[in-house]
């Protein structure tokens, strides 16, 4: 059965608010990055902006299994995705709608031509968990 994410999740991919992203090697050695951007696709996937991060690319395409943690600060909680990767687009909707928001994090922090997405890389979800901040919450 397909792990579907809830509606509630949505605004919270959309507040601008990096999210972390910890891969493992095949050997086993972990890696955690910050990434920009995490798109919703549809109820079952989601899309991770891949800018420069090539231990990540490496690890994932090693061992397709990644989690991703975004803040929902207003709702004082985390969301947890347990993903696998599933393929990288460099053109159409998806990537262009992802491209439109990097470049304007770029322009408003100084960093256009750095800052720049190489792919749109899509994620099936495999489970998702809301944790919160407060306690007995």
Not at 101 to 130: N, P, W
Request: glycine share 4%; hydrophobic share 40%; with cysteine.
């Amino acid at each position: 059965m397909d792990v579907r994410l809830p509606a509630a999740i949505r605004p919270v991919l959309d507040n601008g608010i990096p999210a972390l992203m910890v891969t493992c090697s095949a050997d086993g050695i972990p890696n955690t990055t910050v990434i920009s951007q995490v798109y919703y696709v549809d109820d079952t996937h989601v899309a991770l902006s891949f800018q420069f991060f090539n231990k990540t690319i490496r690890n994932v395409r090693e061992n397709p299994r990644a989690h991703v943690t975004v803040n929902d600060m207003p709702g004082l909680s985390l969301w947890t995705l347990e993903l696998e990767f599933d393929h990288s687009e460099t053109t159409g909707p998806v990537f262009d709608a992802m491209d439109m928001v990097i470049e304007a994090i770029a322009s408003s922090t100084g960093m256009s031509g750095i800052f720049k997405l190489r792919a749109a890389d899509i994620y099936k979800v495999l489970s998702v968990e809301k944790q919160s901040y407060r306690p007995n919450a």
